[in-house]
């Protein structure tokens, strides 16, 4: 069984920058893939990023140049860098993890509870 929890989530202004990190409580993240999604009032959850075993990462177009999702040498410890927030990313971020992820939210198998982001202008 596979327990994620989220951090890092908190207010900030406009052009700021936030870490997120998804912690494995009962499980390392070495044979899953990682993904990061978001879901703001009032739409529907999107895909942010994922990152494959292999460390290749896939993020959203829109995304390109501002999040970055890292992995820890320890394998336990996946992160979502975000710079130059804009008040449109304000979102819940949630952490997900599956044996064959990918962009779309059905292809994962586990995920965290997630944790608010708020970016004021």
């Known amino acids: 069984q596979v327990q994620l929890v989220e951090s890092g989530g908190g207010l900030v202004q406009a052009g700021g920058s936030l870490r997120l990190s998804c912690a494995a409580s009962?499980?390392?993240?070495?044979?899953?893939?990682m993904g990061w999604f978001r879901q703001a009032p009032g739409k529907e959850r999107e895909f942010v990023a994922v990152?494959?075993?292999?460390?290749?990462?896939i993020y959203a177009e829109s995304l390109k140049g501002r999040f970055t999702t890292s992995r820890g040498n320890d394998k336990k410890m996946v992160s979502l860098q975000m710079n130059s927030l804009k008040p449109e990313d304000t979102a819940v971020y949630y952490c997900?993890?599956?044996?064959?992820?990918?962009?779309?939210?059905?292809?994962?198998?586990?995920w965290g509870p997630g944790t608010q982001v708020t970016v004021s202008s």
């Open positions: 997900a993890a599956g044996r064959s992820g990918g962009l779309v939210e059905y292809t994962y198998d586990y």
């Open positions: 990152m494959y075993s292999s460390g290749y990462r």
């Open positions: 009962a499980r390392t993240f070495s044979s899953l893939v």
